[in-house]
């Protein structure tokens, strides 16, 4: 039997972090156990009406207190998320999980990193920041409004960037990079398909291994409905056409092997 | 002791629930959390003579009390199915049951005769995908296509034929008595029935097909009276499924008249869910003092 399981999971704790970004803990026992840097869970909606699991990635894992943290964005009125951003602490939700492959962490180890983040992309990066023994640049991008920045700061150097420039360097964050004249020898990252396009093409021009967490919609989460696929630049060996699954082959892939 | 067991055109099944085609993919991934050997089937997903890549993205979204899918019947195709995926199911006591999806006639018989001297209890013949352009539905929404079809197919199959019919026609009877006149052995129903959702603040489709197959708890109404109207109308046994998540949801299509249940949409959201369905029924049986279960099939008349 796998090490993924559905189970009810008590909130322990949950709090608006900024506008519409709120901050949940789990009492997630061996999901915790289990769990790795860039890896998601399923959560399940408490509205029979909502059937499908909603994909959310791992902030962070409390290892000793068996904890998850997740980081999630409410993508509007009336949907499953905004539905969790209602739970108090104590109620129970139905979690399937860890699923997903998550960063490859031994490939960063003892390099320069970037730890790339843009929006709700930003939270997988923080238990990766704080695994990861590395050289660490943690590259943050927002629309505005900063959630997570200063917790970054205790695990690696942080540069900002903002769409209309309130906070660090105006643009995304390879505007940041430039304007910083930072460097690195490998690249994590995650965030939505246009930045991940502009950094694949920024790794291929600097020659340095990249690997993205990609997102799609989801149905089972764990790779038998084949709803998440992603282009893959070979034949995938599963799949045997240029697909894979983003819940179980990914959601982390060598930048090189999908297309963008 | 109770008697679950059913027989489908001469195969004996344990029990009366399988899954549905399209949602269980060969077993692998569900092997994770339900105890195959619990099945009555496994059906896979729909596999054709050569790889299919699919349908673009988004090819899923949610609707009220169920979802919309346009995958487009990704599959390896049948060399690789019979390489990896047949040798994985035949591990496990269960029957299987190869979900079969073709272009063209001659595509839909050859994946039959390849399949003839593999280990597979039965055949599903997909002629009612509503997601892919050419093949599919295109076969099961005339009454003559479907009688075609199922009588090419016959020639070719080793194992029982199981048409699949689709619910988007004018009397789904029709379609079924025409697959029974070309000599289908099994009918299941119903397959999803075709929707559309609109993202209003991006001002496009919500999926890149535009339109999808609809499944879930919300269309059970309408495949019960479908399963209990086929029941009616031909002597076939019936596999019923749509919306299938409880025992009790299983038990009303056996009351229509199903003597099999495909539990399709439910496992995603319970990946349990087929071996709960199974061991409800046992126990809606104890309760009920119901000995063997075809005292329920088709209980209802």
Same mark, same amino acid.
């Given at each position: 039997?796998?090490?993924?399981?559905?189970?009810?999971?008590?909130?322990?704790?949950?709090?608006?972090?900024?506008?519409?970004?709120?901050?949940?803990?789990?009492?997630?026992?061996?999901?915790?156990?289990?769990?790795?840097?860039?890896?998601?869970?399923?959560?399940?909606?408490?509205?029979?009406?909502?059937?499908?699991?909603?994909?959310?990635?791992?902030?962070?894992?409390?290892?000793?207190?068996?904890?998850?943290?997740?980081?999630?964005?409410?993508?509007?009125?009336?949907?499953?998320?905004?539905?969790?951003?209602?739970?108090?602490?104590?109620?129970?939700?139905?979690?399937?999980?860890?699923?997903?492959?998550?960063?490859?962490?031994?490939?960063?180890?003892?390099?320069?990193?970037?730890?790339?983040?843009?929006?709700?992309?930003?939270?997988?990066?923080?238990?990766?920041?704080?695994?990861?023994?590395?050289?660490?640049?943690?590259?943050?991008?927002?629309?505005?409004?900063?959630?997570?920045?200063?917790?970054?700061?205790?695990?690696?150097?942080?540069?900002?960037?903002?769409?209309?420039?309130?906070?660090?360097?105006?643009?995304?964050?390879?505007?940041?990079?430039?304007?910083?004249?930072?460097?690195?020898?490998?690249?994590?990252?995650?965030?939505?398909?246009?930045?991940?396009?502009?950094?694949?093409?920024?790794?291929?021009?600097?020659?340095?291994?990249?690997?993205?967490?990609?997102?799609?919609?989801?149905?089972?989460?764990?790779?038998?409905?084949?709803?998440?696929?992603?282009?893959?630049?070979?034949?995938?060996?599963?799949?045997?056409?240029?697909?894979?699954?983003?819940?179980?082959?990914?959601?982390?892939?060598?930048?090189?092997?999908?297309?963008? | 002791?109770?008697?679950?067991?059913?027989?489908?055109?001469?195969?004996?099944?344990?029990?009366?629930?399988?899954?549905?085609?399209?949602?269980?993919?060969?077993?692998?991934?569900?092997?994770?959390?339900?105890?195959?050997?619990?099945?009555?089937?496994?059906?896979?997903?729909?596999?054709?003579?050569?790889?299919?890549?699919?349908?673009?993205?988004?090819?899923?979204?949610?609707?009220?009390?169920?979802?919309?899918?346009?995958?487009?019947?990704?599959?390896?195709?049948?060399?690789?199915?019979?390489?990896?995926?047949?040798?994985?199911?035949?591990?496990?006591?269960?029957?299987?049951?190869?979900?079969?999806?073709?272009?063209?006639?001659?595509?839909?018989?050859?994946?039959?005769?390849?399949?003839?001297?593999?280990?597979?209890?039965?055949?599903?013949?997909?002629?009612?995908?509503?997601?892919?352009?050419?093949? !599919?539905? *295109?076969?099961?929404? @005339? #009454?003559? +296509?479907?009688?075609? %079809?199922?009588?090419?197919?016959? &020639?070719?199959? /080793?194992?029982?034929?199981?048409?699949?019919?689709?619910?988007?026609?004018?009397?789904?009877?029709?379609?079924?008595?025409?697959?029974?006149?070309?000599?289908?052995?099994?009918?299941?129903?119903?397959?999803?029935?075709?929707?559309?959702?609109?993202?209003?603040?991006?001002?496009?489709?919500?999926?890149?097909?535009?339109?999808?197959?609809?499944?879930?708890?919300?269309?059970?109404?309408?495949?019960?009276?479908?399963?209990?109207?086929?029941?009616?109308?031909?002597?076939?046994?019936?596999?019923?499924?749509?919306?299938?998540?409880?025992?009790?949801?299983?038990?009303?299509?056996?009351?229509?008249?199903?003597?099999?249940?495909?539990? !399709?949409? *439910?496992?995603?959201? @319970? #990946?349990? +869910?087929?071996?709960? %369905?199974?061991?409800?029924?046992? &126990?809606?049986? /104890?309760?009920?003092?119901?000995?063997?279960?075809?005292?329920?099939?088709?209980?209802?008349?």
């Amino acid at each position: 039997m796998s090490k993924k399981v559905k189970k009810s999971l008590k909130i322990v704790s949950q709090e608006k972090i900024a506008e519409d970004i709120y901050s949940m803990w789990l009492q997630a026992d061996e999901i915790a156990d289990n769990a790795k840097a860039g890896q998601f869970l399923s959560l399940y909606t408490r509205d029979g009406s909502k059937l499908l699991p909603r994909p959310i990635s791992i902030c962070e894992i409390d290892r000793e207190n068996r904890r998850i943290r997740l980081v999630y964005r409410v993508t509007g009125k009336g949907t499953g998320t905004e539905g969790f951003s209602r739970l108090h602490s104590g109620v129970a939700l139905e979690v399937l999980g860890p699923l997903g492959n998550g960063f490859p962490l031994e490939e960063a180890k003892g390099k320069r990193v970037f730890l790339m983040g843009g929006g709700i992309g930003i939270p997988p990066m923080l238990e990766t920041a704080k695994e990861l023994d590395a050289e660490k640049t943690a590259v943050l991008g927002y629309r505005d409004e900063l959630f997570l920045d200063d917790e970054f700061k205790n695990y690696a150097k942080v540069y900002v960037s903002t769409e209309n420039g309130s906070a660090g360097t105006k643009g995304n964050v390879l505007d940041a990079v430039r304007e910083n004249g930072l460097d690195a020898d490998v690249i994590f990252a995650c965030g939505p398909a246009p930045m991940l396009r502009a950094i694949k093409a920024y790794a291929l021009e600097k020659g340095i291994p990249c690997w993205i967490s990609m997102e799609e919609r989801m149905a089972c989460g764990i790779g038998a409905c084949l709803a998440c696929v992603c282009q893959s630049s070979e034949i995938d060996e599963h799949s045997q056409v240029h697909n894979k699954r983003v819940c179980k082959d990914g959601p982390v892939f060598l930048s090189t092997e999908v297309e963008l | 002791m109770i008697k679950t067991s059913v027989n489908l055109a001469g195969v004996e099944l344990k029990n009366p629930v399988m899954t549905a085609s399209g949602t269980f993919g060969s077993g692998m991934e569900y092997s994770e959390f339900v105890d195959l050997n619990r099945l009555g089937a496994v059906v896979t997903k729909g596999v054709a003579n050569v790889p299919w890549p699919g349908n673009p993205t988004p090819r899923v979204t949610e609707t009220t009390g169920g979802m919309l899918n346009a995958i487009g019947l990704q599959n390896p195709g049948i060399d690789v199915f019979c390489r990896r995926d047949l040798p994985f199911l035949k591990k496990f006591d269960t029957k299987i049951i190869v979900n079969v999806c073709g272009k063209t006639a001659e595509d839909y018989c050859e994946v039959v005769e390849r399949l003839g001297d593999e280990p597979v209890d039965l055949l599903e013949i997909n002629v009612s995908c509503p997601n892919v352009k050419e093949g !599919g539905i *295109a076969f099961g929404q @005339n #009454p003559k +296509a479907l009688e075609q %079809i199922t009588r090419e197919v016959k &020639k070719y199959a /080793k194992q029982p034929v199981i048409m699949k019919l689709s619910p988007n026609v004018t009397d789904i009877t029709e379609m079924a008595r025409a697959a029974e006149a070309g000599g289908a052995d099994v009918l299941s129903l119903i397959n999803t029935l075709t929707g559309m959702k609109i993202d209003i603040h991006r001002r496009t489709f919500a999926l890149a097909n535009k339109t999808g197959g609809m499944s879930g708890p919300a269309v059970k109404p309408i495949a019960v009276r479908m399963v209990y109207q086929v029941a009616n109308a031909v002597k076939l046994p019936i596999i019923g499924m749509g919306g299938i998540a409880t025992a009790e949801d299983a038990l009303e299509f056996i009351m229509a008249g199903a003597t099999a249940v495909s539990v !399709g949409t *439910a496992n995603f959201y @319970n #990946p349990y +869910a087929t071996v709960e %369905i199974a061991d409800g029924i046992e &126990k809606f049986m /104890k309760e009920q003092k119901t000995e063997d279960i075809s005292e329920l099939i088709g209980a209802v008349k």
